[in-house]
Structure formats: structure tokens, C-alpha cells
């Protein structure tokens, strides 16, 4: 039986209620704020001895003087003389706790009188309700962290069904940038969701949005090192202090298209680091993210609309002002079919075709034509498409969408096409996992509580609201809490908090926590949080370990980035992951022959299509050219393409 | 114990002045509360005295002198002083009975220890906190021989030593109750204090006089500390002088003896300086057994009397003379009795 570090006391001025009670310790105690403790009563209420478990939130010291000029007198004005007395002033340490737990919990009544002892292992859980999910058989805790108070290292459990769905869903970090170490508690957390996610729940993955710097680029690569306290902390947690097994990552091209646009391009690192491109199809549902509402009024907004449903994908006959057949599959297809009509309708005199008039028509071709160099890169002229692979996630894999070096549209209509598409899938469950777990940084962002409702924006909200039914779970992080929209942090369950500043400490929205706490969480060391879960009726605080992934300043270092490259040898090493036989003197032969992008466009559907014949197939991709004199007496020699030519080949003029 | 107690009813003896006064309607039917607070009387012990002065009986020297004995911030953080000795006494009329008060009275004595500066309770002996009645039995009828009988109810109106029974006034009979309850805190502090004598082996610094008890003002490890001046044991020149002491001088040595104490070497202190002050500030008489080095003897506890008088017991209003260990013991007292 340990003894008590502690009593509870009461007086009428400072009175026990059935949330808050105060007690005192000796000088020496390891109480401190955020220490739980439990107290036990004694008396027997309803035939049982009452156990109130609580965290401290508040510590006071004094002595016994009335005034400090009575020290001042004391010690003749001199603070050096107060080590000569002889004895030492009577000093208490009173501290104030708030109530996490009654045992019994009926009926509810203030805080007994009673000695007060620290919390062991069982009391933490019982303390927090982990209790009610951490039973054998129906075990949902997810580590999130370690509790520490005196000898005591208690595992804090958050509970799988309220933090993934379905009674509750979403987590939220805020901390300062560069201190709170958001990045590193999600990537801790993300991990510790694999390990024990319960294999009665299903399968899960996750998506992340690497918004800035390289800080999810490198999440399949060890750390570089990793203090034995931390893989304590690990084995305390059951989780193997390992990279992620199975990452993979997207990004698009750079503008001119010879690389991928990511911080992760170091030669070592790019074989699971796939381009993602789109084309026409993928876009135009999306198109309203991309542009002004300014500018689309209700009659530009129908005649994209019907060129999403009559246009695209659909064979136009040669009609009206339509000097031929269109089959409208590209950007490429787009541009020619609005040029041919508006020419069709110039021609004529025409003011409008099929309702839609011609400023209206030439508005449209302007906004939509330019989305393609907007997103140079992402959005392709020809149509080739690189994408995630919805319908075929797989269990406990990570999927790193690089947007950091993009432009702020490309970033909107990547992040609004993603999540659409996963939670289409997810309403059809068969995007692979019947789980999937969204991290989002930057909600300052992409949700600020004022300004102009974006797509992003709306779409983060319904997420927040709606996700958890469909199994898709928002994980957000952002500096200042209370600039994001209320109704996405309020609909999270889960709350985490690293260092804070002191100004977003100063806002409403912390005026339910201490001062002490306040405090406290304004000089969180790094590997602290404070956590707020719906179990939890106080927040407490853990310290995590640090990410077993190489973090993005290390892995810079050790994979640079790889320098700008030329036009063959950008094609070089992209086709050379496919067959490393490629050589370079054929490429640049080619490079000799064809402009830059048609050679492009033959690459990316090259690394699409994967062919088992490499240079044949990248071959093909280009458009034949016939010498320009035929020797005398020779026949024409007719082969057929290896594959035919698309109706309305825009290269067929 | 009662014979109820002993019988395991439940008339357990009263731990409180409510307490008491239930206690006592149950025994004494007739009687009637009284909700009164604490009586007149110094919670201190100390009888109101007539002021006078007296001559002082010199063992040290042949005049009455002043004494240099330290300068008050040298001796800072040196006393040998291990524990701090103090008595309570909380004295209430809880009932009346035909008009006679009856009396309750809770003294409480405890000794407060010191080791590395900090003061905690001596663990040789507990502190002493007695509840009791102060009844003049002779003037109350019908009061049960259980409760005569009982050792923790006083007779307040035995007969003096001149063979006379208090009066039937209640002041008067209130009076006898009150010198019999500083006369138990007084038993109750010599209980202590001879404890400390027989288990120790280092000084006590008790508050108030030690010629109470033989064995204590014999004993070496008692040293009394009075802060009261109703008696003044200094006359004509020795009174110019005693007033004049300065901070950190003392008085020649004395000796303090009567019919009913035992004689012990007696000087003042001044702890502190008077200046700006009233004559008596920071002026303390100590007591101590009469050794052969009465000189020595008394430089040496003035110096830790006055190396006690930090940290200051404010906010307690006889701050100036009290030592912070004595504020320590009466806190300690107040908060358990």
C-alpha cells in the first residue's frame, strides 16, 4: 500500500465541489500540473468507499506571513540574510484538482474529505474511463502517448470507435510551427493506429497532403536516430519503432514536365513515387474550384455544365456552325472544338448556339482553356491520367500527395478532386479499405473561420460532419485554432495541443482551462501534448516518442534533391525505371526528331501503360515521319500502326 | 471513562464546545445552554496579575548591569535550541444551572521539534489536548456521582488555602474556574516539559516560566522565555538600566524564587531594538536552572534567544518578543484543538 502524498482540505472560502477539490502535500511531493491523483474517501457512501480520481490544475504555495514587507523586516532588507535563520517559515503546497472520474458515480456529490495518493497504472485507467475499451475481447484503445507522474508511465489509450468512427471521428492538432511538433505526433499516431487498429474494424490507410517542406517526404525511411527513451516509449506502446512499410507517393509534373514536382526526387527514393496527372475528364467536375465566382455567373455555369455532359466523352457531328465531327476526350479535343464553333459562329453571325450566346461561349473557352497552364503539370493538354489508386487501397498503406511547391490552384483542385473521389468510393465501398484516415496541415488555410466559402472549405466541413459515417476520418493540424472554422475542430472528438502562443492562448475558446494549465501548455517541451478526448473529461497531458521516419530536414540532407535535368535525360531516367537497357544515345536521337511536347506526352503514357517492350511502345506513342524522298523504283512499303490512330487526331490535319 | 463508556453506550466525552454543551444537558437535565464565546482570560495562560516591581535578587555580580552580549545580526543561524514548548487554553460557560456558570475548558500543551530548520511534532511524547468541566460542585444539586466521580470534571469550589469557599457569585465562581484551567495548561506544559528533560539531550526553549516544576528548573535543557511584564524584577536604578538595554544586550543574572516556585537564574534579553518603541518592547525574561557558570551560561541562551527571533512570528501581536518557533507550536495547538 503506498502512502498518501496528500489531504484533501476544505474551508468555506475555498469549499470541495463534486468537479474541483483542493488538497495539500508535503514540500516534496511529485505532484505537479496535470499529475492525477486519486483520493479515498472515508466514509462509505451507498454502502461503498468512494474513490475520486483527478488532475491538478492548479498548485499554490504560501506561508504562514501576512505580508512580504514582514520578510522584508525579517531579514533587514537583505534576501542573503534569509538562509541564516534558523528556522524555516511553515510552507504549504495546496494545489486544486478538477474531477475526472467518481467511483460511484451516483449519486454526485462534492469531494470527501480523505487522503490523497498518485495515480498508478490502474487508477490512469480507470481515471480516464480507459477502462470501458481497453477489456480483453473488446480492446479499441489506440495509443496515443505516455503518462508520467513520479515512478509512474502510464500507456493513455484513446478509444478506436471515437476517434476513427463511428460514435466519433477526427483529430485536430494546433501548436506553434516548428515547436509543437504536429507533424511528428501524426506521424507518431498514424503508426500507432496500424499497430491496433482492431482487426475487427477492417482495413485502413491513410492520405496525406504534404503542404509544406519535406516533412512527409520521407516517411519509408528509418530515422536517423532514435534515443533509447523513445524506443522505451515504443515498446511501453507496443508499437515497432519502424518506417512505414508500404508508402507511396504522388506529385505532379513541374511545369516544363521533365520531373515530378516534389521535394522527394533524389534518384534512390523514386521508385514509389508515381506522377500524378489529369486530364480533361478528371478536371472539369472540379472546375469551379479553379475559377472566380466572380467570374462564372449562372450562364457560364450552365454551358460548362453542358459541355460536361454533351461534350466531353461524346461524339459532336458536324453541325450548325461545327465544321466537322468532334470526339472531345482532351484539353487538346476541348480547344479545338471551341475553336471550330466559334469560327462556325463568327462565319454565320450567329449570336448564340443552343441557348448559349457567344460572349458567354467565349468567356468559358477562356477560363477553361488556361486551366492547363495554371496547373501546367498536374493537368494535361493529352489526356494521360496518373492517379491514386482508388479501388485498390490497400490495408495500412500511406499515400503522400506532395502539393508543397505547387501553386495555391493546383494545391485547391488537387485536394478537392482527392477527397471527392475517396469519398465516392467510400459511399460505394470499394475504394479498398473500408477506413481511411485524411491529413490535412495548414487549416488556417484551407478552413478559416472567416472569409469567402471555398470548395476546400465546404468540403473540409462536410468531411467534418459527415466522414465518420462513411469511414473517412479528417487528422488536421494548423497553428491557431481559433481561426479555423468552428464547425470543423468542433466536430473533431479528438484534440491535441503542443506548444501554444501565448496570444491564441489568450482567446475564448482556452478560457475553460487553468491559468496553470495555460501556462503549462505555453512551455510544452517537445514530445508533449496535451489530449482531449471524449472519454476524458479533463485533458491531460502525454509525452509521445519521436517518428521512427527520417524527418525532412534529415532526409534532405541525406537525398538531395536531384538537379534540373535536360529534356533526354529527364526521359532517360524515367523510362530507365522500366527497363534499364534504355540507352541514351536513342533517346537523344529521338530529342533530335520530335519537339519537346509530343516526347513528353509519349513518356508519361509510356510510364502509365508500363509495357513489357518499352522502346517499342514509346515509339509508337510518336508520330511516325516519313523521309522526304523515296528512292527510285521502291515500293511503298504500308505498315500498320501498332496501334490506330483516335478519330479526330489532332495531328490529322 | 465513565461507567457508560465502560458499559460501551454512546456518551462519548465531549471533543468540542457543542459538544460539551449537549453532553452536559443530557446529564444535568435542569441545566440550561449558555452560547457563549471564549471567555475573559488570556488564551495564554496568564493570570491578570497586579503590576508591580520587585527587587531583584543579583547572583552575578554585585549591581544590576547591562550586558553586551551579541550584536543581534552575528548571531543569525546559531541557536541550539531543539524544541519549542507552548500551551493553549480555551475556557467557555457552555450551560448554567440555578445561575452557577458551568465551565469548559480545553487546555492543549505541545512541543514542536526542530531538525534541518524545519519544525514538526516531537515524536517522544504526543501533544496534550484535554477537554474538561470546571463545576462548583458545592453549589450544584443534583449532579450525578458519575459525573463527580469522573476525573476530567473539576471542583472548582473547594476550599482555598485559608479554609474559604469561592463565593456563590458567578464572577467569582467564573475566576476559580479560570485559575484551575491555567492551572491544568500549566500541569499539562510541566508534563512536557519534564518529558523532554528525562528523553533529550538538547535545549527546550519553553514559553514561560519553568520553576513550576523541580525537575525542570533544575534541569539544563529548560530555559523559560516570559514575554508578560506585569512583574518586574528590577527597582529604582535597575529599572533605568533594564529599560535602557539595547538590542542584543541582557541584564545582570537574578534569581527568581517563592513559597510556591522553585528558585531559578532569571535576566532579561532585548531581542530587538526599541527605538521609536515602547520601553518593554522586545523584552524578554529567561529563566534557567542556576548552574555555576551563571555568566557564561546566560551569554551563550541570549545569544540563541535572539538568533530565534528570526524569521518574525508576525503576524502574531507580541511579534517582537515571540520566538517563531513558539508561533509554530501555538498554530500547531490551534489547529488540533
Known amino acids: 500500500m503506498t502512502e498518501p502524498l496528500g489531504r484533501v482540505v476544505a474551508t468555506e472560502r475555498k469549499p470541495n465541489t463534486p468537479h474541483e477539490f483542493h488538497f495539500w502535500t508535503s514540500l516534496d511531493s511529485p505532484v505537479g500540473i496535470g499529475t492525477i491523483v486519486r483520493v479515498d474517501g472515508a466514509h462509505a457512501t451507498s454502502g461503498q468507499i468512494p474513490h475520486i480520481y483527478g488532475v491538478v490544475v492548479e498548485g499554490f504555495s504560501y506561508t504562514d506571513l501576512l505580508t512580504p514587507m514582514h520578510d522584508v523586516l525579517g531579514h533587514d532588507g537583505s534576501p542573503g540574510n534569509a538562509g541564516l535563520a534558523v528556522t524555516e517559515r511553515t510552507e504549504i503546497r495546496l494545489y486544486s484538482a478538477a474531477v475526472l472520474r467518481q467511483i460511484p458515480e451516483e449519486p454526485l456529490q462534492p469531494v470527501p474529505m480523505g487522503e490523497v495518493f498518485l495515480a498508478e497504472e490502474a487508477d490512469v485507467a480507470v481515471a480516464l474511463r480507459m477502462d470501458g475499451y481497453l477489456k480483453e475481447g473488446s480492446h479499441t484503445g489506440i495509443p496515443v502517448g505516455v503518462y508520467r507522474a513520479g515512478a509512474t508511465d502510464s500507456v493513455v489509450y484513446l478509444d478506436a470507435d471515437f476517434l476513427l468512427g463511428p460514435e466519433a471521428a477526427h483529430l485536430n492538432i494546433t501548436g506553434m510551427s516548428g515547436l509543437a511538433t504536429k507533424t511528428s505526433a501524426v506521424e507518431f499516431l498514424l503508426a500507432s493506429v496500424f499497430a491496433h487498429f482492431p482487426e475487427s474494424k477492417g482495413s485502413i490507410a491513410a492520405v496525406c497532403f504534404n503542404v509544406k517542406g519535406p516533412d512527409l517526404c520521407f516517411l519509408d525511411q528509418p530515422a536517423l536516430r532514435l534515443e533509447d527513451s523513445d524506443r522505451a516509449l515504443y515498446e511501453k506502446m507496443g508499437v515497432k519503432p519502424e518506417p512505414f512499410a508500404n508508402v507511396r507517393y504522388f506529385a505532379p509534373y513541374t511545369a516544363k514536365g521533365f520531373a515530378l514536382n516534389t521535394l522527394r526526387s ?33 450562364k457560364a455555369d450552365a454551358l460548362i455544365d453542358f459541355i460536361t455532359e454533351r461534350v466531353v466523352d461524346r461524339k459532336m457531328d458536324k453541325d450548325g456552325p461545327l465544321s466537322r465531327d468532334h470526339t472531345v476526350q482532351t484539353f487538346g479535343d476541348l480547344e479545338a472544338w471551341f475553336r471550330d464553333l466559334l469560327q462556325g459562329m463568327e462565319r454565320a453571325n450567329a449570336e448564340s448556339w443552343r441557348t448559349h450566346h457567344i460572349a458567354t461561349i467565349r468567356k468559358v473557352r477562356n477560363r477553361l482553356s488556361n486551366i492547363s497552364t495554371r496547373c501546367a503539370g498536374l493537368v494535361t493538354d493529352t489526356g494521360d491520367v496518373s492517379d491514386l489508386p482508388f479501388g485498390s487501397f490497400e490495408d495500412r498503406a500511406v499515400y503522400v500527395v506532395d502539393v508543397a511547391t505547387l501553386e495555391e490552384d493546383a494545391q485547391d483542385l488537387i485536394f478537392a478532386r482527392i477527397v471527392s473521389k475517396l469519398r465516392e468510393h467510400l459511399e460505394r465501398r470499394d475504394l479498398g479499405v473500408k477506413h481511411l484516415i485524411v491529413f490535412v496541415d495548414e487549416l488556417n488555410k484551407y478552413a478559416p473561420g472567416d472569409g469567402q466559402d471555398t470548395y476546400v472549405r465546404k468540403m473540409l466541413l462536410d468531411i467534418a460532419e459527415r466522414g465518420r459515417y462513411l469511414g473517412l476520418v479528417l487528422f488536421s493540424a494548423q497553428q491557431f485554432r481559433s481561426q479555423v472554422h468552428r464547425r470543423v475542430v468542433g466536430n473533431s472528438g479528438t484534440a491535441l495541443y503542443g506548444r501554444m502562443d501565448s496570444d491564441e492562448l489568450a482567446t475564448p475558446g482556452y478560457s475553460v482551462l487553468s491559468a496553470a494549465t495555460r501556462t503549462r501548455l505555453a512551455t510544452l517541451d517537445k514530445g508533449q501534448l496535451m489530449v482531449r478526448h471524449p472519454h476524458f473529461t479533463q485533458p491531460i497531458f502525454v509525452r509521445f516518442p519521436r517518428p521512427a521516419v527520417l524527418q525532412g530536414r534529415d532526409g534532405v540532407e541525406r537525398f538531395p534533391q536531384a538537379a534540373d535535368v535536360t529534356l533526354e535525360t529527364a526521359l532517360y531516367k524515367s523510362l530507365r525505371t522500366l527497363d534499364p537497357s534504355i540507352p541514351l544515345a536513342w533517346l537523344k536521337s529521338l530529342v533530335n526528331l520530335y519537339d519537346e511536347a509530343e516526347l513528353l506526352g509519349a513518356r508519361n503514357a509510356t510510364m502509365l501503360a508500363k509495357p513489357s517492350n518499352v522502346r517499342a511502345f514509346f515509339e509508337s506513342r510518336l508520330r511516325r515521319i516519313i523521309p522526304a524522298d523515296a528512292p527510285a523504283g521502291a515500293s511503298r512499303h504500308v505498315t500498320s500502326p501498332l496501334r490506330p490512330l483516335p478519330v479526330g487526331d489532332p495531328y490529322d490535319l | 471513562m465513565t461507567a457508560k463508556e465502560e458499559n460501551g453506550e454512546k456518551h462519548l466525552w465531549p471533543a468540542s464546545a457543542h459538544e460539551a454543551r449537549r453532553f452536559i444537558l443530557h446529564e444535568l437535565p435542569r441545566c440550561t445552554p449558555v452560547d457563549g464565546g471564549t471567555a475573559e482570560g488570556d488564551r495564554h495562560g496568564r493570570a491578570n496579575e497586579p503590576p508591580e516591581l520587585l527587587d531583584p535578587d543579583i547572583i552575578e555580580g554585585s549591581t544590576f548591569r547591562a550586558v553586551h552580549v551579541a550584536d543581534p545580526r552575528s548571531v543569525r543561524g546559531q541557536s541550539g535550541f531543539a524544541g519549542f514548548l507552548d500551551g493553549t487554553q480555551d475556557v467557555r460557560i457552555v450551560n448554567q444551572i440555578d445561575g452557577i456558570p458551568i465551565v469548559w475548558a480545553t487546555v492543549s500543551a505541545a512541543v514542536r521539534a526542530r531538525t534541518n530548520r524545519r519544525l514538526a511534532s516531537w515524536s517522544g511524547r504526543p501533544p496534550v489536548v484535554r477537554g474538561s468541566y470546571y463545576i462548583p460542585f458545592r453549589y450544584v444539586d443534583g449532579m450525578p456521582d458519575e459525573l463527580r466521580n469522573d476525573s476530567r470534571v473539576v471542583d472548582t469550589a473547594s476550599q482555598d488555602r485559608s479554609g474559604k469557599f469561592p463565593s456563590r457569585h458567578p464572577a467569582a465562581l467564573m475566576e476559580a474556574a479560570v485559575q484551575r484551567v491555567q492551572q491544568d495548561r500549566e500541569n499539562a506544559e510541566i508534563e512536557l516539559a519534564e518529558a523532554w528533560c528525562a528523553l533529550e539531550e538538547q535545549a527546550l526553549y519553553v514559553d514561560g516560566s519553568i520553576s513550576a516544576s523541580p525537575m525542570v528548573s533544575r534541569s539544563t535543557l529548560a530555559v523559560g522565555v516570559i514575554k508578560s511584564h506585569r512583574r518586574l524584577y528590577a527597582e529604582g536604578d535597575a529599572f533605568r538600566v533594564l529599560v535602557a538595554l539595547r538590542a542584543g544586550e541582557r541584564s545582570t543574572v537574578f534569581r527568581v524564587s517563592s513559597r510556591s516556585r522553585h528558585p531559578v537564574a532569571s535576566w532579561y534579553v532585548r531581542v530587538r531594538a526599541a527605538t521609536g518603541r515602547d520601553a518593554l518592547f522586545g523584552l524578554v525574561r529567561v529563566e534557567s536552572a542556576e548552574t555555576v557558570d551563571v555568566s557564561a551560561r546566560a551569554d551563550e541562551l541570549s545569544r540563541w534567544i535572539i538568533a530565534e527571533g528570526s524569521p518574525l512570528a508576525l503576524p502574531d501581536g507580541r511579534w517582537d518578543k515571540m520566538a517563531y518557533g513558539v508561533r509554530d507550536a501555538e498554530e500547531f495547538l490551534r489547529a488540533i484543538s
Open chain 1, 266 to 298: 533524389n534518384e534512390a527514393l523514386v521508385h514509389n513515387v508515381t506522377p500524378l496527372t489529369w486530364g480533361l475528364r478528371e478536371v472539369l467536375q472540379y472546375a469551379e474550384v479553379l475559377l472566380n465566382r466572380d467570374d462564372i455567373d449562372a
